[in-house]
């Protein structure tokens, strides 16, 4: 079988042929994505035949990896879906390596000492979604602001630096600023990180440097606000309605679940785009090719060679994406449905 097609959706495979797998959803936080996964993961379940259970690390390191041993120890668990932050990498790939059982990672690759990616990963291109999420606005903020004088645009970025994936997300939405903007160095950054734990993957990681920011500049008339995750985005979006800003105040991230809630409960302020992954898009690959590491149809090495970068020990699977606004965000997910969902 040619091996660009084992563990995707053009393979001919009866999944009900083989015994039912049993797969554990390990994430490390507890947000609306994680939630919107498992529910993804479970309406696959009866198509690819497998059982799921979920494990969580509650953000916390140890948490995390002492229930992950758990796990292992038990015996019973045929392949881990494995969502977490790089804070944990070589603990947990240390266990999952000794274990020898199957494993994808999901949203965020690991790298090795010298850059190389080591882990089956399902994810997007992380420098690329940065920066097309802030391509959306710096294409389109005269129709929300008029011709205005771009020395008095300013950006604020918020980070979670000791992820290099999410990282390179800002390096991207940067990138993309000074290219739309030549010469304008009103670039505001923060590391939700180093803010301090209160500040990871919360609202508050959002809300405080841009309430901070804005009212330290009173020279920047005009904000664009963009993170490397959805949660920091909603936090700057409250910001923006506290502070009655989201006449001067164009909001954009990576990810859309929270943002897709706020749409359907009628939300109109300042958080105008995203960067939107179906959670099909995720998932069914994810299942996919983990179910081909336990059939033993691919290794962790030559899974997807497709997408497998030269040098690279693993591949990434691109999951499909889309910079989606109010007027479009349905229609993508209805598409990637109807092309990886449950029922396609």
């Known amino acids: 079988?040619?091996?660009?097609?084992?563990?995707?959706?053009?393979?001919?495979?009866?999944?009900?042929?083989?015994?039912?797998?049993?797969?554990?959803?390990?994430?490390?936080?507890?947000?609306?994505?994680?939630?919107?996964?498992?529910?993804?993961?479970?309406?696959?379940?009866?198509?690819?035949?497998?059982?799921?259970?979920?494990?969580?690390?509650?953000?916390?390191?140890?948490?995390?990896?002492?229930?992950?041993?758990?796990?292992?120890?038990?015996?019973?668990?045929?392949?881990?879906?494995?969502?977490?932050?790089?804070?944990?990498?070589?603990?947990?790939?240390?266990?999952?390596?000794?274990?020898?059982?199957?494993?994808?990672?999901?949203?965020?690759?690991?790298?090795?000492?010298?850059?190389?990616?080591?882990?089956?990963?399902?994810?997007?291109?992380?420098?690329?979604?940065?920066?097309?999420?802030?391509?959306?606005?710096?294409?389109?903020?005269?129709?929300?602001?008029?011709?205005?004088?771009?020395?008095?645009?300013?950006?604020?970025?918020?980070?979670?630096?000791?992820?290099?994936?999410?990282?390179?997300?800002?390096?991207?939405?940067?990138?993309?600023?000074?290219?739309?903007?030549?010469?304008?160095?009103?670039?505001?950054?923060?590391?939700?990180?180093a803010a301090g734990q209160s500040a990871w993957f919360t609202l508050e990681g959002g809300y405080n440097p841009v309430a901070q920011t804005v009212g330290s500049h009173p020279e920047i008339k005009y904000w664009m606000v963009a993170s490397c995750l959805e949660n920091y985005s909603q936090g700057a979006a409250r910001a923006a309605d506290d502070l009655k800003l989201n006449d001067t105040m164009l909001i954009t991230t990576v990810g859309h679940p929270m943002l897709e809630q706020e749409w359907d409960n009628g939300y109109d302020g300042a958080w105008k785009c995203a960067v939107a992954i179906s959670n099909y898009a995720y998932a069914t690959p994810t299942v996919l090719g983990l179910i081909a590491l336990c059939d033993g149809r691919a290794t962790a090495e030559t899974l997807w060679p497709q997408f497998k970068k030269d040098g690279d020990k693993c591949a990434i699977w691109y999951a499909d994406y889309a910079v989606v606004t109010k007027d479009t965000y349905k229609e993508y997910l209805t598409k990637m449905n109807d092309m990886y969902g449950p029922n396609k």
Not at 60 to 75: A, F, M, S
């Open 1 to 193: 079988m040619d091996p660009e097609v084992v563990g995707t959706i053009n393979e001919d495979i009866d999944h009900s042929a083989r015994r039912t797998y049993k797969f554990v959803y390990a994430h490390y936080d507890n947000n609306l994505l994680e939630q919107q996964m498992y529910d993804a993961f479970m309406e696959l379940a009866p198509v690819y035949n497998y059982e799921l259970t979920r494990m969580t690390g509650d953000t916390d390191d140890e948490t995390y990896v002492t229930n992950l041993q758990t796990l292992i120890d038990r015996g019973d668990v045929d392949g881990f879906i494995i969502e977490t932050t790089n804070s944990v990498q070589n603990a947990v790939l240390a266990l999952l390596e000794d274990s020898g059982i199957p494993y994808i990672n999901l949203f965020t690759e690991y790298f090795d000492s010298e850059g190389r990616v080591v882990t089956p990963t399902v994810g997007i291109p992380q420098f690329q979604t940065g920066y097309e999420s802030l391509k959306y606005l710096t294409d389109n903020y005269k129709k929300y602001w008029g011709d205005v004088d771009t020395s008095k645009i300013g950006l604020i970025t918020i980070d979670f630096s000791v992820s290099p994936a999410l990282h390179e997300r800002i390096v991207g939405i940067e990138a993309c600023f000074r290219e739309a903007f030549p010469g304008n160095e009103n670039i505001f950054y923060h590391d939700s990180f």
